[in-house]
């Protein structure tokens, strides 16, 4: 089927709105070029990368406005190995795990362990939330800021429950797109291939002393850790400014110009006040219109860096999704498990609100133009 040629003023000035890897502004890949020349292809133990990594971590503590005490770790492997990591080292006997999306469920299952109790899985359908719930024997409660493959967000606070037990945050695709209170969290974790702009391989988290604690107590137990796997091994890495193994020096570079980028602007109030525009423009936009819908029912749940539209069956989204990636508009289709007729849209802090706004027109356009059931 042909698709529908988009006039130029609807052309987005970027056409990249992927939920990640996400969209990588032009000065961040001048800024690898330049910066990396004397990065790339050196020793990662040595100043010019210890540096960079300081860098990060610094930049980080900034933008979270880390509480005293709280530390910025990193680790290889990023958010899928931060699970089992956290299952290894973290998680002391039990878990609860919110699940309200693909991303809750991985860590629910890595949660699911030999040498842990089973979790206390609260599951939620597509498009909603479940909310976590003090249990006696709980010492971990999980669940995602930002469920990136259904645009459901989720409230931060603190759970009161036994004493010693961690409130562990997934903020893969909300950290540095969503204002937070971190010291509503002890662990709030990402890799950096969302609003930050970076590649994947690494994972980095902002976490608590009391998260630190545990993580040095359960180490100095007799419980088997992979060395890959060890937050300990994390944690006294990360205080000399490196990682176990050979981190990926153009993640680490393409973070720490996105970072810079971010503070120079306002910080993270600067960035949620960014992507609530972007994705409140879609929302109004789905609220408003004869064929489409926000997935995300309640408003009050919906992400502002992941925007879900369903359409309805008289409107084929992903002929409109081909449609776009020929005119250059690329990654709006849905999370594939979902299996909706619907797209999925980024509004990430790189992302431009006008590009957004083009986005809608050049969405109606298209349905204008293509044919209908």
């Not at 206390?120 to 976590?132: C, F, I, L, M, Q």
């Not at 997935?295 to 992941?306: I, K, Y």
């Amino acid at each position: 089927m042909p698709h529908v040629e988009l006039p130029a003023e609807l052309l987005p000035t970027d056409g990249r709105f992927g939920c990640g890897p996400s969209k990588v502004r032009g000065a961040q890949l001048e800024a690898l070029v330049t910066r990396g020349a004397s990065i790339l292809g050196t020793s990662h133990r040595q100043a010019p990368v210890k540096n960079l990594v300081a860098s990060t971590r610094e930049r980080l503590s900034q933008l979270f406005r880390l509480p005293e005490g709280y530390e910025i770790l990193l680790g290889n492997g990023g958010s899928t190995a931060f699970w089992d990591a956290a299952a290894f080292g973290l998680i002391e006997n039990r878990s609860q795990n919110l699940v309200f999306g693909e991303f809750g469920g991985k860590f629910a299952a890595a949660a699911t362990a030999p040498w842990l109790q089973a979790p206390d899985v609260r599951k939620a359908e597509p498009g909603t939330r479940s909310s976590a719930e003090a249990v006696a024997g709980v010492d971990v409660y999980a669940w995602p800021h930002n469920e990136t493959s259904t645009g459901v967000a989720a409230p931060i606070r603190r759970m009161d429950a036994d004493a010693g037990a961690l409130t562990v945050i997934d903020a893969t695709s909300a950290a540095g797109g969503i204002d937070v209170d971190v010291s509503q969290a002890d662990v709030y974790y990402f890799a950096p291939q969302k609003n930050l702009g970076s590649d994947g391989g690494l994972w980095y988290a902002a976490v608590s002393p009391a998260a630190i604690e545990r993580i040095e107590r359960i180490a100095a137990s007799d419980r088997y850790i992979p060395e890959f796997l060890s937050l300990k091994n994390a944690l006294d890495n990360s205080r000399l400014q490196q990682t176990l193994n050979t981190p990926a020096l153009a993640t680490l570079l393409l973070l720490d110009d996105q970072l810079g980028w971010i503070l120079d602007n306002g910080g993270l109030s600067w960035a949620g006040a960014r992507t609530a525009e972007s994705s409140r423009a879609l929302y109004e936009w789905a609220d408003a219109s004869a064929v489409a819908k926000p997935f995300v029912s309640d408003p009050a749940d919906r992400s502002p860096v992941v925007v879900t539209i369903d359409f309805d069956d008289r409107i084929d989204a992903a002929a409109i999704a081909k449609s776009l990636r020929a005119n250059g508009i690329v990654d709006t289709e849905p999370y594939r498990k979902l299996g909706r007729n619907q797209l999925r849209v980024a509004t990430f802090v790189s992302i431009e609100p006008e590009d957004v706004r083009r986005l809608i027109g050049a969405i109606d356009y298209t349905i204008e133009r293509l044919p209908q059931a």
